[in-house]
């Protein structure tokens, strides 16, 4: 049976090139990962659990950009959804933006000061190159919309910020014996 539904508009998750869709899937497969593990978590601590195996996936390979931009999902969109007052929410999307932009003159002036372990999580391992800021953005967006102390599964994002439709309920038929 087709849907009659319109697509509902999430935090928008890529243009659907090749990098933002590798991304998503890294985004997505974390996510379902915990909604499956941990089914009487909330919201914010499933986030939390998915950025942590972000994390130590991204031990392996320190420099990997998709990993670093699913960090920066992960790392915005949960620090919205502890938030239970609007305000709050839109007040840390607005601090990000400067966050990030203090953090990247830091590292790119370590870079050139030739001195980049003074921003390495690992002084031995060398960090991705600035970026992520798209997908901080998208976690913001993503986040506006959990709520964050609620028990039940992180919707997964999907590209273009639009989620699949979804068939309207059928009406629920009771049979007597």
């Known amino acids: 049976m087709a ?3 319109a697509p509902v ?5 890529g243009s659907g090139d ?20 941990y089914p009487d ?3 914010a601590e499933k986030l ?3 950025w942590a195996a972000n994390v130590k996936e991204r031990e392996d390979d320190p420099t990997n950009e998709i990993g670093r931009d699913a960090d920066y999902y992960f790392a915005a969109r ?5 938030s239970s007052h609007s305000v709050t929410k839109y ?18 002036g370590a870079e050139l000061a ?14 991705a190159p600035v970026g992520g800021f798209g997908w901080m953005n998208r976690g913001s967006s993503a986040g506006l919309d959990d709520n964050g102390s609620r028990i039940g599964d992180v919707m997964p994002c999907y590209p273009d910020g639009e989620l699949p439709a979804v068939q309207a309920p059928q009406p629920l038929q009771l049979r007597l014996p």
């Not at 508009?9 to 998750?13: A, Q, S, V």
């Not at 933002?20 to 593990?37: F, G, P, Q, S, W």
Request: proline letters at 6%; charged letters at 25%.
């Open 9 to 13: 508009k999430t935090g928008g998750c």
């Open 48 to 50: 939390e659990f998915a």
């Open 91 to 108: 007040a840390k999307a607005g601090l990000g933006p400067v966050a990030w932009t203090v953090y990247a003159g830091l590292k790119i």
């Open 3 to 5: 849907s009659t539904t």
């Open 78 to 82: 949960k620090e919205l959804a502890l």
């Open 114 to 127: 030739q001195v980049p372990k003074l921003m390495r999580t690992d002084p031995d391992k060398p960090n």
């Open 18 to 37: 090749a990098h933002d869709t590798a991304v998503m899937a890294r985004i997505n497969r974390h996510i379902l990962a915990v909604n499956k593990k």
């Open 41 to 43: 978590a909330t919201v």
